[in-house]
């Protein structure tokens, strides 16, 4: 009796599961990028995080512990299009947010499209991306991407999105390019609202949901390094920041909202995760994370704060989603780059740190010397011209220097400089190479001959220098900085960056919850750029690099 009861409760549970099948293949994804976001966020902040926004993930979810870019130029550009298209910067094209254009000596940015009437498209991007087959493969798949920058909008959503939208501020609203089909009434009447979102966050107060007793321990903020955050967009460098108008609100986390409730009005504008058998796509990028943390760093009060909030956005978006999908909707998250300590507070913190000033002299009306460039860019042009046994002194001209132009990560020389002298172009470049590794935080130096030379065995920094590296656009010496080390931009020095192949900029969360996902913590090393061929996996088309594999979360 015991034992037919136990068949026929089986055999309920079978025809029950047999009835409701979970969906494997999603009417939707959504792919979160948060922009400059270190994995160490999650394990430092989850104690305040609600119940429902990381959480959901990483309770219910798929979290990879040990995701990191494999690249060295660990920027928004190349990461947005290895999102997006799962192709290393060296394949993707995306080296650099910018490079140095040596036939019109201008410089390039990296999503800049002159041709198309709102100057942004994705034509500089080299690699095909997971939306680009989607729409191969489904005829009525749609594909967008949303983001304060152009540059994550485009690059995620790759070169056949239906649309990508961006922040201006000077509208202050999104607005999109006319190389996409993008739909002026949405943007219309969403941007319609935005004076009143301004006019309703005039201030940024600490949220409650970090107790005072914790802060202290959780973050490094004495009022005696403030002087090294920035204060940008007037909102100063200590809470309450007062907020002046909308573009002040996207260097806030409230930037968050904007995009977020952009997003919920583009899904339902464009009836987006219809159960029609043609899964949408849409890529979100939240930047103010990114805006914000230039200036106030990782160990800030402010960056703390900005976590919380984050989770609670996205806990409420998510709960619009399930709202709306129920559990036909399959979510990733994931970040571009983390970020590294503000050097000030690092040394302060008893770590090593310090700043790395080659920037380039700013253009007057009178000749540039030697005398106008920072003490760093100088000593190191002194020490070029040393090797070569070419003299110069502070009255040289800027000119008659062996570098033209610096732009992260690499230099680019003087090629004209070097013609009138008649040097061999790869004595100067090694010269250039053997001076920069001389500088204090200078972890490697590699000339673009080198890095040409295929050498299959690299390993460790060159092997990131080399998946970040394309002749055309890389730079004749590429640099790259010891952990703790950031590239200068400012006088007095203030704010702090990323952009090295160093774990703090490298290591992020990844993330992937809801319809075809298995749940649980994954420890294998893995990689962002995963993430294009995880989700065409489940979306049943083939996308990302071939030296990417499918996350062990949705493989069979
Ligand atoms: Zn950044």
Wanted: glycine content about 8%; proline content about 7%.
């Amino acid at each position: 009796m015991l034992r037919r009861l136990t068949i026929a409760l089986l055999l309920t549970a079978a025809t029950l599961t047999a009835q409701t099948p979970p969906p494997s293949r999603p009417d939707l994804v959504v792919v979160i990028s948060i922009d400059q976001f270190p994995y160490y966020y999650i394990t430092r902040f989850q104690p305040y995080f609600g119940a429902d926004g990381f959480n959901r993930v990483l309770q219910h979810g798929a979290n990879f512990t040990h995701s990191l870019y494999p690249y060295s130029t660990t920027y928004t550009g190349p990461g947005h299009a290895a999102i997006g298209t799962g192709y290393v910067p060296a394949r993707s094209g995306i080296v650099a947010n910018n490079w140095y254009d040596r036939s019109t000596d201008t410089v390039e940015y990296c999503v800049l499209d002159t041709r198309a009437k709102g100057g942004f498209s994705p034509l500089n991007l080299a690699s095909d991306s997971l939306g680009d087959r989607l729409q191969e493969h489904f005829d009525q798949s749609k594909v967008y991407g949303i983001s304060l920058k152009d540059r994550a909008a485009i690059l995620m959503a790759g070169r056949k999105a239906n649309a990508a939208y961006w922040f201006d501020p000077k509208l202050p609203g999104f607005v999109s390019s006319a190389y996409y089909r993008s739909d002026n009434t949405l943007t219309g009447s969403f941007n319609a609202t935005v004076p009143a979102f301004a006019s309703t966050h005039t201030a940024w107060e600490p949220s409650p949901w970090i107790p005072t007793a914790d802060l202290e321990r959780i973050t490094h903020d004495p009022a005696s390094l403030r002087k090294f955050k920035t204060d940008q967009k007037g909102l100063g460098v200590t809470f309450p920041h007062p907020i002046k108008d909308a573009e002040a609100v996207t260097y806030t986390p409230y930037g968050n909202q904007l995009v977020l409730q952009f997003a919920e009005k583009l899904i339902d504008a464009e009836h987006l995760g219809t159960d029609d058998g043609n899964p949408d796509l849409v890529f979100i990028s939240l930047s103010s994370p990114d805006y914000l943390g230039h200036a106030y760093g990782p160990d800030s009060l402010e960056a703390a704060d900005t976590v919380v909030r984050t989770d609670r956005d996205l806990e409420n978006f998510f709960h619009d989603l399930d709202a709306k999908f129920g559990n036909r909707w399959t979510l990733a998250i994931t970040a571009d780059h983390g970020v590294q300590s503000i050097p000030e507070v690092a040394k302060d913190m008893g770590r090593e740190g310090g700043r790395v000033d080659f920037r380039n002299p700013k253009k007057t009306a009178k000749a540039l010397t030697f005398a106008d460039l920072t003490p760093q860019r100088k000593a190191l042009e002194k020490k070029i011209a040393m090797k070569l046994g070419v003299r110069v002194s502070d009255a040289t001209p800027v000119e008659k220097g062996f570098i033209i132009y610096f732009d992260e990560p690499a230099f680019y020389l003087n090629w004209t400089r070097i013609r009138e002298l008649k040097l061999d172009g790869e004595r100067v470049k090694r010269a250039a190479r053997d001076a920069a590794i001389e500088v204090d935080g200078v972890s490697a130096a590699f000339t673009n001959s080198e890095l040409s030379a295929p050498h299959p065995e690299a390993s460790g920094l060159e092997a990131a220098v080399r998946l970040s590296f394309r002749a055309d656009r890389s730079g004749d010496v590429l640099l790259t900085l010891k952990p703790g080390y950031i590239w200068n931009y400012s006088e007095p020095p203030n704010g702090t960056t990323h952009g090295q192949p160093v774990e703090a900029d490298q290591h992020v969360p990844l993330m992937l919850w809801g319809s075809g996902i298995r749940a649980g913590s994954f420890d294998d090393a893995v990689a962002p750029t995963f993430l294009a061929k995880t989700l065409g996996h489940l979306l049943g088309v083939d996308a990302g690099g071939a030296e990417t594999r499918v996350l062990p979360c949705v493989a069979p």
